[in-house]
């Protein structure tokens, strides 16, 4: 399995990365690069994710058609670098079958109508990618309006095999292939650029051998790195600061600081009541969760007499905000509800993971990468939280005296 490096596109956002935003030149013309004429659309997927309906994309701010525009320039990138460095190597073996497992936030696995957009923008993106022309807003467009009622094809006119995946299994795929594999419950929390997202889940193998992820409870939240940079900036001008020039524009690229003082014009200021307000709200998302799986969804797993384990990805996670909020959680736990709180664990490095560079500490990065790059059989079954029933806590048990007709 290989990575393919996108740093051309722009290289603070890292090796393997490009930022989830695309500009609109001035003819209608999509490019990857935030500098230039023309207009800026950031934060697609949040923008997709407050679709209400998916409606013929007519709207002239339809984030469907700037996502569609957004995908298409990637895989045209993507399919130019694997060209030029592997598919020789690949075509020696046959024809090269295409197929795209599209990443999709652990509430779509229940939404019918979230995974319906996001399969649309995967459609078109790839329609759009295997074009020669210029990829403007106007070819976005229309490669909507065909996607919605075209099976997706290749230039030879072959079928693709287009799926839309939740991120949380594809994330979890490198640890259930992994020595480490543990089967039973999990909580996954994916700290990105805008949205949190949270999810538990139960791990098994049954009788056929193909893993299986058990979604329970499922919450995205725009309270993501960037988003906590926007908090800032708004907090802090309200109160009346100053706020030091290096940081009073919103740039979804820069290194967000882990102290809020990084900000600040003025020494001396004491602003840390604004990031533990912040804090305090990714606490309240994780505690929520955590009482309603041990109430109600899991209450008989060993984790809530061993430690819940959970999972740490994307690239906010190492920041203080998001490992105070994960502190204050387990003493929470410990203190009020007889639980020996959470325990950490690392997303592994794969082993058959092709990657220049990457260590250990930086696979969860790329762990949705890795896992939506299998093929959709080797992810396993996700079944969503609409598929699994509550689980009583307490079991109802027969008297000595013997068992009535009603237990039967």
Same mark, same amino acid.
């Given at each position: ?13 890292? #090796? ?14 999509? =490019? ?10 950031? =934060? ?6 407050? +679709? ?69 923008? $995967? ?9 020669? !022309? ?42 259930? #292939? ?11 929390? =994916? ?11 139960? +791990? /098994? ?23 906590? /940079? ?18 009073? /524009? ?20 004491? +602003? ?32 809530? #007499? ?9 690239? !906010? ?7 105070? $909020? ?69 079991? /109802? ?12």
């Amino acid at each position: 399995m290989v990575s393919i490096p996108l740093d051309k596109i722009e290289a603070r956002a890292g #090796r393997f990365r490009a930022p989830t935003a695309v500009r609109i030149g001035p003819d209608g013309r999509f =490019d990857l690069k935030a500098s230039g004429p023309g207009i800026v659309i950031p =934060d697609l997927k949040i923008r997709l994710l407050n +679709l209400t309906a998916a409606q013929p994309p007519q709207n002239s701010m339809d984030p469907r058609v700037f996502a569609a525009g957004y995908v298409g320039l990637v895989l045209r990138e993507t399919r130019k670098w694997f060209s030029a460095n592997e598919e020789r190597a690949l075509t020696r073996q046959g024809r090269i079958r295409w197929s795209m497992n599209f990443g999709i936030p652990s509430t779509g696995s229940d939404d019918g109508e979230l995974r319906r957009i996001f399969g649309d923008v $995967a459609k078109a993106g790839w329609a759009l990618a295997c074009t020669s !022309g210029q990829i403007t807003e106007e070819a976005a467009r229309a490669a909507l309006t065909r996607g919605s009622l075209e099976a997706a094809q290749d230039e030879a006119g072959e079928p693709v095999d287009l799926n839309v995946v939740p991120e949380v299994a594809a994330e979890a795929s490198g640890y259930a #292939r992994s020595p480490l594999r543990q089967e039973g419950l999990h909580f996954l929390l =994916d700290i990105g650029a805008s949205t949190v997202d949270l999810c538990s889940f139960v +791990l /098994h193998s049954p009788d056929i051998g193909e893993d299986q992820y058990q979604l329970l409870e499922c919450n995205v939240q725009p309270k993501g790195v960037y988003e906590l /940079h926007k908090y800032r900036l708004s907090q802090i001008s309200q109160q009346g600061h100053t706020i030091e020039q290096a940081w009073r /524009h919103e740039d979804p690229l820069k290194k967000i600081p882990d102290s809020i003082a990084t900000y600040l014009s003025q020494p001396g200021l004491n +602003l840390d009541a604004v990031d533990e307000a912040f804090t305090q709200a990714c606490t309240s998302m994780l505690m929520a969760m955590l009482l309603e799986v041990r109430k109600r969804r899991d209450p008989l797993s060993p984790v809530w #007499r061993k430690g819940v384990p959970i999972f740490l990805a994307g690239g !906010g996670r190492a920041m203080k905000v998001y490992r105070d $909020a994960l502190e204050t959680t387990s003493k929470r736990l410990m203190d009020g509800f007889n639980v020996p709180g959470l325990r950490r664990m690392d997303l592994p490095l794969p082993r058959d993971l092709k990657a220049q560079g990457v260590k250990d500490e930086d696979f969860p990065f790329l762990a949705v990468s890795y896992g939506l790059s299998l093929p959709v059989y080797q992810i396993g079954t996700i079944r969503p939280p609409s598929a699994a029933d509550d689980i009583e806590r307490f079991r /109802h048990r027969p008297s000595a005296e013997g068992v009535d007709k009603e237990m039967t």
